[in-house]
């Protein structure tokens, strides 16, 4: 069965072409919200502290604010990137099948309990 494609190398690219075409009609019908879900919700908190340095915006800023947002309902993990700019930017991220609207929600309770 090999053989034949291989003899036949316009009728197996003719047939490739025919699937690919097969596949990008049914790629456009398929409803977005039937496509799965491969990454997890993120909410990202930003904060500024004008004038600090990246070790003061994590001391006084990321740690208090990773404390209280920690534990937060389907919660996976969390990351931070403090800069010299006096920029912290925190993601956190929950897992897949999490309501994003939540998700937000309940970060933004946490947020406001350290004010």
């Known amino acids: 069965m090999f ?10 690219s003719v047939i490739s072409i025919v699937i690919v075409l097969v596949g990008a009609a049914a790629l456009r019908a ?14 990202v908190v930003e904060a500024t502290y004008p004038g600090a340095s990246a070790q003061v915006i994590s ?4 740690a208090p ?3 209280e947002i920690n534990g937060v309902d389907d919660m996976i993990y969390m990351e931070s990137t403090a800069t010299d700019s006096g920029t ?19 970060v933004n309770n946490r947020v406001h309990q350290r004010q």
């Open 3 to 12: 053989r034949f494609f291989i003899d036949r190398p316009i009728f197996a």
């Open 30 to 43: 398929l409803p977005i919200e039937l496509y799965p879900n491969v990454v997890p919700p993120q909410v």
């Open 59 to 62: 001391d006084t800023v990321a």
């Open 65 to 67: 604010l990773e404390q």
């Open 88 to 106: 912290l930017q925190l993601t956190v991220s929950f897992e897949i099948g999490t309501d994003p609207d939540q998700a937000t929600i309940n």
